[in-house]
């Protein structure tokens, strides 16, 4: 079992920074691909980053180049590192832990979110 916890949002204004973290419990986190999501309101959930075992990152093309994802399994925690943030970027941001399809179940774990609002 995978317990995700996610911290680090808040209100910043254009160009500011912010780094998201996501704390996670499991014996089996390093196993685990970890990615950020996010969902603006009346907008669908898109996977912003994503970051595998080996260390492996893929970001979506509206925010390469200004954010960063990260892991450090000895503290089992992600991160996503903003810069350069937009309005745009306004959204609720999801961590989430996907340990793929074992036994027949599909080992998926969700944080409960963390708002991000960028404005001035």
């Known amino acids: 079992q995978v317990q995700l916890v996610e911290s680090g949002g808040g209100l910043v204004q254009p160009g500011g920074s912010l780094r998201l973290s996501c704390a996670a419990s499991?014996?089996?986190?390093?196993?685990?691909?970890m990615g950020w999501y996010r969902q603006a309101p009346g907008k669908q959930r898109i996977l912003v980053a994503s970051i595998t075992t080996d260390g492996t990152t893929t970001y979506v093309d509206s925010v390469k180049g200004r954010f960063t994802i990260s892991r450090d399994n000895a503290k089992n925690t992600v991160y996503l590192q903003m810069n350069s943030l937009k309005p745009e970027d306004t959204a609720v941001y999801y961590c989430?832990?996907?340990?793929?399809?074992?036994?027949?179940?599909?080992?998926?774990?969700w944080g409960q979110g963390t708002q991000v609002t960028v404005s001035s």
């Open positions: 989430n832990a996907d340990g793929g399809v074992r036994g027949g179940y599909k080992y998926d774990y």
């Open positions: 499991g014996s089996i986190f390093s196993t685990y691909v």
